[in-house]
């Protein structure tokens, strides 16, 4: 474990934050970023497809604010992370479980740091959905929470039919390095106009996303490939079949979600036995990277709730 390129400045996150190389139990190298101020208790953050520590650092400064230390992941094929690819901007994996290493990596390595304890968990859509399965394998935090978890992927129903067999045909016959349809090497934040995204309603927070990735192109992804797809909607089936685990759970869902399914989450949701749904009126999908207002309602409830176990 040594240390990693990060890019403080982009971070915006409380001082002294800085990055660190580990490596998961199969050698893939991550990178993680860590935050000690708090002394509440640490999380461990999930991020979501594309993104990567630095992303973060906002979110770690509302959580210091609130007496919690942050350690946020480079999932492998992102960020700084290895990349299993010769085109680097399309995000692969090969089965869901490979990402269960890396949790479990973070997990060590805020045990190595000695944060402090106890854990908690903020998971965001497809770190969401990592994050349920990490719960369910007995991750050993106090608390958890959602934010816009990808439980289900969102595909136009006239698409369905055609991306699931692409993908499961791409599984058999080794053609899984293809781009899933309508995705390319582009990244989202990079190119989209701030009017109609589908990420948050707060100009400001959009141009601070679309500026990382134009100051450190390497941090970037583009669209996911067709083994990615296969593995993600295998292990959302997976996971739909099983019951909710005894961790106490908040989800937060914006109202203006376009990103993942929501029909998945809600039904989770009204069957976990110590679990409650939080809709957010008008947010889009980055519901901690919404506006200042809706930003610190998330984090109040999801910081009331770690305060609840301790």
């Not at 190298?29 to 979501?48: F, Q, Y």
């Not at 089965?95 to 045990?111: G, K, P, S």
């Amino acid at each position: 474990m040594n240390a990693a390129p990060f890019h403080a400045e982009l971070a915006d996150g409380p001082a002294g934050g800085h990055a660190v190389w580990l490596h998961a139990s199969d050698g893939v190298r991550l990178r993680a970023g860590v935050w000690r101020e708090g002394a509440k208790g640490t999380v461990l953050l999930l991020p979501g497809r594309t993104e990567y520590a630095e992303k973060y650092g906002r979110a770690a400064a509302d959580l210091a604010d609130r007496g919690y230390a942050t350690v946020a992941l480079d999932f492998r094929g992102q960020g700084l992370a290895d990349r299993p690819l010769a085109d680097r901007m399309m995000g692969h994996v090969g089965n869901f479980t490979e990402y269960q290493r890396d949790v479990q990596a973070l997990a060590a390595l805020a045990n190595t740091l000695a944060l402090p304890g106890p854990r908690y968990l903020i998971a965001h859509s497809m770190g969401g959905c990592i994050g349920l399965r990490s719960l369910m394998q007995g991750l050993a935090v106090k608390a958890a929470v959602f934010s816009a978890p990808m439980w289900g992927i969102r595909i136009a129903p006239l698409m369905r039919p055609l991306a699931t067999t692409l993908a499961a045909a791409a599984r058999v016959t080794g053609q899984t390095g293809h781009y899933a349809p309508g995705t390319t090497a582009t990244t989202y934040v990079a190119e989209a106009p701030y009017h109609g995204n589908v990420l948050t309603t707060d100009a400001a927070m959009f141009g601070w996303m679309k500026a990382q990735v134009m100051a450190q192109p390497d941090l970037a992804l583009g669209g996911p490939s067709l083994g990615w797809l296969h593995a993600a909607l295998a292990e959302c089936r997976a996971l739909a079949a099983l019951p909710s685990p005894a961790t106490p759970a908040l989800c937060a869902l914006g109202t203006a979600e376009k990103v993942v399914d929501t029909a998945p989450v809600h039904r989770r949701m009204a069957q976990w036995p110590q679990g409650h749904l939080q809709t957010v009126q008008g947010a889009e999908h980055e519901v901690m990277m919404e506006t200042p207002a809706t930003r610190a309602v998330f984090f109040d409830a999801a910081c009331a709730l770690f305060d609840a176990q301790r």
